[in-house]
């Protein structure tokens, strides 16, 4: 029992811990206004979305006989029996998109603030 904890947690932390930082450096490079925002949408959905629509469309899309996932894993050969896989995945979705806003926001108020006191931005 402890040793699935403990895998489980480690990852999860290997996991969750570097994608938001890796998606809002890449965000900040994004110059396209659309695909910038159509990703931050993807990606903070999760949060606008109840637990129990999500929960619930994981479970269709994992679904042992009629899931789409799960078909293809056992196509190219794999096991459909996937706990952990999924149980970090899912929360990776639902941490990444928050993140970003916290790590960004503050640096563009910074910048945005600068600029309007050199008279740059008009606000």
């Known amino acids: ?3 699935n904890t403990f895998l489980l947690s480690i990852y999860q932390i290997a996991i969750t ?3 938001p930082i890796l ?3 890449a965000l900040n490079e994004i110059k396209d206004g659309i695909f910038k925002r159509s990703v931050q949408m993807f990606t ?7 637990t129990v629509v999500i929960v619930s ?3 269709l899309m994992l679904s042992p006989r009629t899931g789409i996932v799960n078909n293809l894993i056992e196509l190219i050969g794999g096991q459909s029996d996937m706990f952990r896989s999924i149980f970090v995945w899912s929360d990776a ?3 990444t998109g928050s993140i970003p806003v ?3 926001y503050p640096f563009a108020q910074k910048y945005f603030v600068q600029g309007m006191l050199l008279g740059s931005v008009k606000g």
Do not use: E, G, T, V
């Not at 903070?44 to 109840?50: D, E, G, Q, R, V």
């Open 1 to 3: 029992m402890i040793k």
């Open 17 to 19: 811990f570097p994608l």
């Open 23 to 25: 998606l809002a450096l």
């Open 44 to 50: 903070y959905a999760p949060y606008f979305i109840s």
């Open 57 to 59: 469309m994981i479970i």
């Open 93 to 95: 979705w639902q941490i």
């Open 102 to 104: 916290l790590i960004i």
